[in-house]
């Protein structure tokens, strides 16, 4: 299957490995990954702060950059939902291509649940709002997580709560973003985790902020990077 691989403005310019990451995943379960280098943002930000012309001419961009390829795939759930959400309404008829989440991905159109990861660690896993509220995604990511071998799976308590990113949110309500965020990782202390995971590393570079300044164990981690991890398993 020849795959595009959507990496978003964030995974580009912040976290990289989180695509080098899919690539290994991906090509590992013996798939093309390929990269669109015209491929810029998907609008979300722009909608999020009022700029729906602006948004538009990039929902009418889209289709045209990602054309040709069997699946665009993306290690963003809020980059995907707005994809699939907003851009046939804000471009009706461009032919917005089919646009799926890592996990949805994996579980969905290739039937796999076990990509041969191996991630020694005690992990939460935190559903990010896009993901649970907009994709519905489920319990795809856990179900994923559960066939990693050498991984000590814990509930996160309140998992279905924000934490309180939101995009701009976090910038016109601060106060009330932090306090969103400082619940979240208060429960993600209390799991004893070595690693946060989510879908979405927006949301894990607002809730790691936090945890680094309280001198917290836990460290936020993408899903595609524990399901790329192979490290050799001692036993």
């Known amino acids: 299957m020849r795959i595009a691989l959507f990496v978003t403005c964030v995974n580009d310019t912040m976290f990289p490995g989180t695509g080098r990451a899919m690539v290994t995943l ?23 702060t009022g700029y729906r012309r602006q948004a538009r001419a990039l929902a009418e961009e889209f289709p ?3 054309a040709g390829h069997d699946a665009v795939v993306t290690p963003s759930a809020s980059c995907a ?17 089919p646009v799926f989440e890592l996990s949805e991905f994996l579980v969905d159109v290739l ?11 005690r992990v939460t896993y935190h559903p990010t709002c896009h993901s ?29 709560e924000c934490c309180g990113f ?4 976090a910038l016109k309500n601060a106060d009330v973003s932090a ?18 995971c989510a879908a979405d590393n ?16 836990a460290r936020t981690v993408h899903l595609a990077e524990i399901l790329a991890s192979t490290e050799e398993d001692p036993s």
């Open 26 to 48: 991906l090509r590992r379960l013996g798939h093309e990954v390929l990269f669109p280098e015209a491929q810029t943002c998907c609008g979300q930000m722009h909608l999020n």
């Open 64 to 66: 045209k950059v990602f």
């Open 81 to 97: 939902a707005t994809v699939r959400d907003w851009h046939p309404r804000l471009a009706p008829g461009a032919g917005t291509p």
């Open 111 to 121: 039937a796999v649940t076990d990509v041969g990861a191996y991630y020694p660690h």
């Open 132 to 160: 649970l509220r907009m994709l519905r995604i489920g319990d795809r990511p856990l179900r994923l997580l559960r066939a990693v071998r050498g991984i000590d799976l814990v509930d996160l308590p309140d998992a279905a």
């Open 166 to 169: 939101g995009g701009t949110f």
């Open 179 to 196: 306090a969103m965020c400082a619940d979240k990782v208060a429960c993600v202390e209390r799991t004893g985790a070595d690693a946060l």
């Open 202 to 217: 927006s949301c894990l570079m607002h809730i790691g902020g936090t945890l680094a300044r309280n001198g917290a164990r």
